[in-house]
């Protein structure tokens, strides 16, 4: 099967044909005899617990009930009302740690109900027929009145775009002012290949602002092009939904070497080639991290025909960040996983890695004299996120938006130290989840519209 993902494998230890297969949906789509079958399962359960393990919310036994009497549009309503990213969400959502499993289902020894494949067979039709058509009247959710409130927001992520959407259905103007041409964040340009194959997070994004009353404004980086203060006078409240902009250094010598490269940029570059072959990839990979982003970037390196690719982490197994599913599935790709070791020096020369074994004493991570090496063509951190501090403080010297730990402290309602502005999302407090960003989101347009209506 050709998805069009490979031009040529010169030099690669693997065929167009495996990088093709390779990058190709990981889930593949319920057809609808599988998707009634599925519904049948579920024992619609007063109090459902699945529900409570959503962080949108969503009611999971009512789309799934939905689905089981032919009502796909009712379905998807159900699961957009809660999640207009119900789509990125069915296929990225790490339903093995949330709605799946609080499943009862479970509790009997069963496999719990595949939820996030039933959301999918909801959404995806209806987000398909909506875009293909010009009938505005049949997107399934409309403006109230409008308000003559405008609201700006920073960032077109899963947070930034879910404020937008329920902003704009409250009522309210919005503009979006993004840093880069495209729109979606993380969903456009992090998630896994394999995980958001074709042009889905673009659809989902034309879906979404076919609403209306959203404007886009790209190529639009706060700070450079457009400063919180102006936008504080000219909108009548902003939301902050930027994201984790800089990544953490390893602070070893030679980290400017060509070869050690941001996991996110190296799975960036993945998902806006569409060819896949044309992405450099090394044949002795290391990863270093324990998250979902390592795990990501060494499936990914390991799948575009890296010899080995080993991922590196200074503790444990049980200290991993990423989720036993995830970790199980890079060991199904062939990624060896070293744990107790922490890099050290690279000899780039020498194409290696020099690691220094770690212990933990006393429950506190110390190096050891003891020190190892690991051949390395390439090298992937991915240590974690941080917030660009840079591209919202305009005065360092006067921060008057309370940030700690890197983050932006938000109240429970989502307000920002500072009156009228608001921030959800990575760039906050909280599990950086797509999902959780979108009920940022969703939640802080509640907010911001409470707000307003209160000022008359
Ligand atoms: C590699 C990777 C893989 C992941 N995989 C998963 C997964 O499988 N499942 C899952 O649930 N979560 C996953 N996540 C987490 C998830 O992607 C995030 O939690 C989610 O995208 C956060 O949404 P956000 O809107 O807060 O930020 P982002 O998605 O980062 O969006 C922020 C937006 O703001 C823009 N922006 C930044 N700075 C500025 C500025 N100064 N001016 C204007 N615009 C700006 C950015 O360009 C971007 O469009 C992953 C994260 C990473 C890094
Ligand atoms: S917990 Fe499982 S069985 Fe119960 S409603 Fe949710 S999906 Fe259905």
Not at 78 to 92: D, H, Q, V
Request: hydrophobic share 40%; with cysteine; charged share 25%.
């Amino acid at each position: 099967m050709s998805f069009g993902l490979c031009n040529s494998t010169t030099n690669r230890s693997i065929s167009c044909k495996e990088i093709e297969e390779n990058f190709a949906d990981l889930h593949h789509p319920l057809s609808q005899l599988q998707a009634k079958a599925e519904a049948s399962r579920c024992l619609y359960c007063y109090d459902a617990p699945c529900i409570n393990a959503c962080p949108t919310g969503i009611d999971i036994p009512t789309f799934i009930h939905q689905i089981r009497t032919d009502n796909i549009i009712g379905s998807a309503k159900t699961i957009l009302s809660e999640n207009i990213m119900g789509g990125t969400c069915a296929r990225a959502c790490p339903t093995e740690i949330l709605c799946e499993q609080s499943c009862v289902l479970n509790a009997s020894l069963q496999e719990p109900v595949k939820i996030g494949a039933l959301q999918r067979f909801a959404v995806d039709p209806v987000i398909d027929s909506i875009n293909g058509t010009k009938e505005k009247d049949k997107h399934p959710f409309t403006r109230q009145n409008e308000t003559g409130k405008k609201l700006a927001i920073i960032g077109a992520g899963p947070a930034g775009l879910s404020c937008a959407h329920r902003a704009a259905m409250l009522g309210h103007e919005v503009t979006i002012f993004e840093a880069k041409s495209k729109p979606g964040g993380l969903n456009e340009y992090g998630l896994a290949a394999y995980k958001m194959v074709d042009d889905f997070a673009q659809r989902e994004v034309e879906f979404l602002l076919g609403i209306g009353g959203i404007r886009v404004e790209y190529s639009k980086h706060l700070n450079k092009d457009v400063f919180l203060t102006q936008l504080q006078l000219k909108y009548d409240a902003v939301f902050i939904g930027i994201g984790l902009g800089s990544v953490n250094k390893l602070g070893i010598d030679s980290e400017s070497n060509t070869s050690i490269i941001d996991a996110i940029e190296f799975i960036q570059r993945i998902r806006q080639a569409s060819d896949k072959s044309s992405v450099k990839v090394g044949n002795n990979v290391l990863v270093i991290g324990a998250g979902n982003t390592a795990i990501d970037a060494a499936i990914q390196a390991k799948r575009l025909g890296a010899t080995h690719v080993t991922l590196v982490y200074r503790r444990d197994e049980q200290a991993m960040t990423a989720t036993e599913w995830e970790v199980d599935l890079a060991r199904r790709n062939d990624v060896k996983l070293v744990f107790f070791a922490a890099p050290d020096k690279y000899d780039p020369a020498g194409a290696k890695m020099i690691f220094k074994k770690t212990t933990i004493d006393a429950g506190k991570l110390k190096l050891t004299d003891e020190s190892f090496e690991l051949p390395a063509d390439m090298i992937l951190t991915a240590i974690g996120q941080k917030l660009n501090i840079d591209s919202i403080v305009e005065d360092k010297r006067e921060p008057n938006l309370k940030i700690v730990k890197g983050k932006i402290v938000i109240s429970e309602r989502y307000e920002t130290s500072l009156k009228g502005v608001y921030a959800g999302g990575d760039c906050v407090q909280g599990d950086d989840l797509t999902v959780q960003a979108v009920q940022d989101g969703k939640q802080a347009a509640h907010s911001i519209h409470d707000y307003l209506m209160a000022q008359g």
